[in-house]
């Protein structure tokens, strides 16, 4: 089965600007979560999506943002980039209660902010 | 809130042989799961392994086994007959009953496997 799919692969963006990063879960999951990984803060929750509503959100400003849709793909997005911004996003979709293989990762995005 | 160390520095390991690579962690929560992710440069987080804290048995996959040892909150992952391609990242992570559906990661072990 297809796993999950994050678009684009790399971006470079300049300070200030917006930003949105797409992810498509495994088919049938439901889930979707995102993490900000950073070499000095390592892996960071940020959100949680399902069924269109975000039940989860981690200690990130209002800057950061997202949304699934009724296809369960979901994206996110960065406004007003700072430097600080930099990193490896991951998302990772799941169906709730399946526990040890509940969790499959995408290859992420790298963001680089200049 | 629930804390995951991964404090051993960099290793490099001979080919063949096997590593382990420790994981405490610390939760309040009485129901739990523990994740071992393989992160190679690419970037991708790639599941290997899972223990259930009410799992009788340590967890097998492969080549990967889990030492779970749960009075002392450790979650060992043990790699056995190194790979050249086993070289990356190796994150350790819990999921709690009671914490909201994230994952809260390590700082994670680099490992070298050289020829």
């Known amino acids: 089965k297809a796993g999950v799919t994050q678009t684009p692969r790399y971006l470079i963006k300049t300070r200030g600007q917006q930003v949105t990063l797409s992810c498509s879960p495994i088919?049938?999951?439901?889930?979707v979560s995102w993490y900000q990984q950073t070499p000095g803060q390592g892996l960071q929750f940020l959100f949680e999506?399902?069924?269109?509503?975000?039940?989860n959100k981690g200690n990130f400003p209002g800057r950061f943002s997202g949304r699934q849709f009724s296809n369960s793909r979901s994206e996110m997005n960065v406004s007003t980039l700072e430097l600080g911004d930099s990193a490896l996003y991951l998302c990772?979709?799941?169906?709730?209660?399946?526990?040890?293989?509940?969790?499959?990762f995408g290859s992420g995005t790298r963001l680089t902010v200049v | 809130a629930q804390k995951i160390t991964q404090t051993q520095p960099g290793m490099f390991v001979q080919e063949k042989e096997a590593v382990t690579l420790d994981c405490t962690y610390d939760t309040s929560d009485p129901s739990y799961g523990l994740f071992w992710y393989k992160q190679p440069s690419s970037g991708e987080m790639i599941f290997l392994i899972y223990q259930g804290s009410y799992d009788q048995q340590n967890a097998t996959e492969g080549r990967y086994s889990l030492n779970f040892q749960k009075a002392r909150k450790s979650a060992n992952l043990v790699i056995s007959a190194s790979q050249l391609g086993d070289s990356a990242m190796y994150f350790c992570?819990?999921?709690?009953?009671?914490?909201?559906?994230?994952?809260?990661f390590g700082k994670g072990n680099q490992v070298v496997v050289i020829p």
């Open positions: 999506y399902f069924s269109e509503t975000q039940r």
């Open positions: 990772a979709s799941s169906m709730p209660g399946q526990g040890d293989y509940g969790y499959t």
């Open positions: 088919s049938g999951h439901r889930s």
């Open positions: 992570a819990i999921l709690t009953l009671y914490g909201n559906n994230r994952l809260a």
